[in-house]
T-cell receptor
């Protein structure tokens, strides 16, 4: 079954404690993205990757890092989380750069205390 | 300043009637528009799209209309079904098709 998986699905942490949210896809897609969803703001792109070792900033990259060492994985790293990073995070992947071909993961709800 | 706006946070419609969800944008460089549907505890799924060279695109019960002069698009669902109850996001892209700007979403409730 074609899918994008994210782990963990729920996470409560404290300010400053480094964390990683993993994202994996089994469709051999080249393009992957991270988004955050906040009330009243919709989804905002954090980072995206066009292929292995190729990443670029989205609209809200501050406070986040990503890496793309393998095609299937695209982890999101918060080196020093802050309460304003409390949000619902989505990973997405697609075979091409056509946005309508994106598959989204189920989301990771993060609370930073 | 949000470039893509969905001014109605929620909409309630009777089953069988038409649902109309609206979206406005400010950036005239946007040339591709999409609608996504999202159920609770799931990621968004693509629903329908339209290029700026068209003013209408239809897929089954779903039709998207684009009015470029007004910088406005709308999604029509006819007839509405209870399973259509979800949050609908409109999104736009411009020079980079992979960079999407999303609206804040409209929660649709279709009453049986």
């Amino acid at each position: 079954e074609a899918q994008v998986t994210q782990n963990p699905r729920y996470l409560i942490t404290v300010t400053g404690k480094k964390l990683t949210v993993t994202c994996s896809q089994n469709m051999n897609h080249e393009y992957m993205s991270w988004y955050r969803q906040d009330p009243g703001l919709g989804l905002r792109q954090i980072y995206y990757s066009m292929n292995v070792e190729v990443t670029d900033k989205g609209d809200v990259p501050e406070g986040y890092k990503v890496s793309r060492k393998e095609k299937r994985n695209f982890p999101l790293i918060l080196e020093s989380p802050s309460p304003n990073q409390t949000s619902l995070y989505f990973c997405a992947s697609s075979l091409s750069d056509r946005a309508e071909t994106q598959y989204f993961g189920p989301g990771t709800r993060l609370l930073v205390l | 300043d949000q470039q893509v706006k969905q001014n109605s946070p929620s909409l309630s419609v009777q089953e069988g009637r038409i649902s109309i969800l609206n979206c406005d944008y400010t950036n005239s460089m946007f040339d591709y528009f999409l609608w996504y549907k999202k159920y609770p505890a799931e990621g968004p799924t693509f629903l329908i799209s339209i290029s700026s060279i068209k003013d209408k695109n239809e897929d089954g019960r779903f039709t998207v209309f684009l009015n470029k002069s007004a910088k406005h698009l709308s999604l029509h669902i006819v007839p509405s079904q209870p399973g259509d109850s979800a949050v609908y996001f409109c999104a736009a892209s411009g020079d980079s098709s992979y960079k999407l700007i999303f609206g804040s979403g409209t929660r649709l409730l279709v009453r049986p």
